[in-house]
């Protein structure tokens, strides 16, 4: 059964600092990876969505790569700012039903 | 872009009666969709996968005779909470895939259930 993990839970940065935000999961035989970020009582924004066959993913300041085989993730959020506090969450297609497993998120604050 | 969108965005309830949620996918046709549900500081746990024209699929241990799934169109899926409780309070969140089989999901902002 795939788990996925989220560390750290939380974190609490400020203004202008590089962060990585770090996802694992038990079964490499992913589809793909996926990361979401999600504003407190709202839906779920894709961010980043990474091919199995991918090592990594660029969109603006934000940057995802991906160990298919070590079973890592991470999310890099360059010179974050106060606009980028949320909870992040990343998520895997196991396979092509397009059901996604997602681990616990991590909560994001930047302070001003 | 593409646009889910849910209604109701909240409603409260008395324990004991039924719920319908709907989900709309506003420019694309959804062949599939999903229903989640997340508890408070908790992530999202899939529910069930909603097939237009068919039966839906439940995971293991969600009660399909409570969480009614009506998948009617390309654009609608419908969720019933039947007779619900306290413990059903938490926030709904559905997705829609593309018919056109884009490897994205597109989610809708949530409805938030309260259960008196």
């Known amino acids: 059964k795939q788990e996925v993990t989220q560390i750290p839970a939380a974190l609490s940065v400020p203004e202008g600092e590089n962060l990585v935000l770090n996802c694992s999961f038990t079964?490499?035989?992913?589809?793909?990876l996926q990361w979401f970020r999600q504003d407190p009582g709202k839906g779920l924004t894709s961010l980043l969505l990474?091919?199995?066959?991918?090592r990594e993913q660029t969109s603006g300041r934000l940057n995802a790569s991906l160990d298919k085989s070590s079973g890592r993730s991470t999310l890099y959020i360059a010179a974050s700012q106060p606009g980028d506090s949320a909870t992040y969450l990343c998520?895997?297609?196991?396979?092509?039903?397009?059901?996604?497993?997602f681990g616990s998120g991590t909560r994001l604050l930047v302070r001003p | 872009g593409a646009v889910v969108s849910q209604h109701p965005s909240r409603v409260i309830c008395k324990s004991g009666t039924s719920v319908k949620i709907e989900c709309r996918s506003l420019?694309?046709?959804?062949?599939?969709m999903f229903w989640y549900r997340q508890f408070p500081k908790q992530s999202l746990m899939l529910m069930a996968t909603?097939?237009?024209?068919?039966?839906?699929?439940?995971e293991q241990g969600v009660e399909k005779d409570k969480f009614l799934i009506n998948h009617a169109s390309l654009t609608l899926s419908t969720l019933t909470v039947t007779s619900a409780h306290p413990e059903d309070s938490s926030f709904y969140i559905c997705?829609?895939?593309?018919?056109?089989?884009?490897?994205?999901?597109?989610f809708g902002p949530g409805t938030r259930l309260t259960v008196l």
């Open positions: 997705s829609a895939r593309p018919s056109t089989g884009a490897d994205t999901q597109y």
């Open positions: 079964d490499s035989a992913i589809y793909n």
């Open positions: 990474i091919q199995s066959s991918q």
């Open positions: 998520a895997v297609h196991m396979d092509s039903s397009y059901k996604l497993i």
């Open positions: 420019d694309f046709q959804a062949t599939t």
């Open positions: 909603s097939n237009e024209g068919s039966k839906a699929t439940y």
